[in-house]
């Protein structure tokens, strides 16, 4: 898959770094990883609030967002859009701006692009879309962290220090 360099992450809406700015990412990913092989790990986000919103709270996709931003130290909330109200309706703003006072950040995992949209222009606070999703445009480097301490290409524990790598890259 090509890496869009450029321009936003349609999913994320975020600017994914360029290949020259990938570097610090990886290198965060494995002393992330390191520190966690060496029984030390690491929790920068310990005392933030995450607000994960996702209709699935058990897909791979929230399952992983939770691990990544839970191993990092952070308080993880899970919660259902038809039950904060942020369905498409005229509920959505006020819904986001209360999660603003709540979480340090709010991740959205599967809901409509103009729903997060609208979500990040009321909250007040970072809103991320899709980070943990295989489609986000930093999920392919995971094979640069083959080699260390053995977690492969493939491996759900390399996307899961990448990500938070990621995470801390845009909320710590």
């Given at each position: 898959?090509?890496?869009?360099?450029?321009?936003?992450?349609?999913?994320?809406?975020?600017?994914?770094?360029?290949?020259?700015?990938?570097?610090?990412?990886?290198?965060?990913?494995?002393?992330?990883?390191?520190?966690?092989?060496?029984?030390?790990?690491?929790?920068?986000?310990?005392?933030?609030?995450?607000?994960?919103?996702?209709?699935?709270?058990?897909?791979?996709?929230?399952?992983?967002?939770v691990a990544?931003?839970?191993?990092?130290?952070?308080?993880?909330?899970?919660?259902?859009?038809s039950v904060?109200?942020?369905?498409?309706?005229?509920?959505?703003?006020?819904?986001?701006?209360?999660?603003?006072?709540?979480?340090?950040?709010?991740?959205?995992?599967?809901?409509?692009?103009?729903?997060?949209?609208?979500?990040?222009?009321?909250?007040?606070?970072?809103?991320?879309?899709?980070?943990?999703?295989?489609?986000?445009?930093?999920?392919?480097?995971?094979?640069?962290?083959?080699?260390?301490?053995?977690?492969?290409?493939?491996?759900?524990?390399?996307?899961?220090?990448?990500?938070?790598?990621?995470?801390?890259?845009?909320?710590?």
């Amino acid at each position: 898959m090509p890496h869009r360099h450029c321009e936003p992450d349609p999913a994320s809406g975020i600017v994914p770094p360029p290949p020259s700015d990938v570097g610090p990412v990886l290198a965060r990913a494995r002393a992330l990883q390191q520190a966690a092989l060496a029984g030390a790990p690491l929790q920068p986000l310990k005392g933030k609030y995450v607000g994960l919103i996702s209709e699935d709270p058990d897909s791979p996709d929230a399952a992983l967002f939770v691990a990544a931003a839970g191993g990092l130290g952070a308080q993880v909330a899970q919660i259902r859009p038809s039950v904060a109200r942020l369905g498409t309706g005229s509920d959505v703003e006020p819904a986001a701006m209360w999660l603003g006072r709540l979480y340090d950040v709010v991740a959205c995992e599967g809901l409509a692009p103009g729903t997060v949209r609208r979500i990040r222009a009321a909250a007040g606070v970072p809103v991320l879309d899709g980070l943990a999703g295989e489609s986000h445009s930093m999920a392919d480097r995971v094979h640069e962290l083959d080699g260390c301490g053995g977690v492969g290409a493939d491996d759900d524990e390399g996307r899961r220090f990448l990500l938070q790598a990621l995470l801390l890259d845009l909320i710590a």
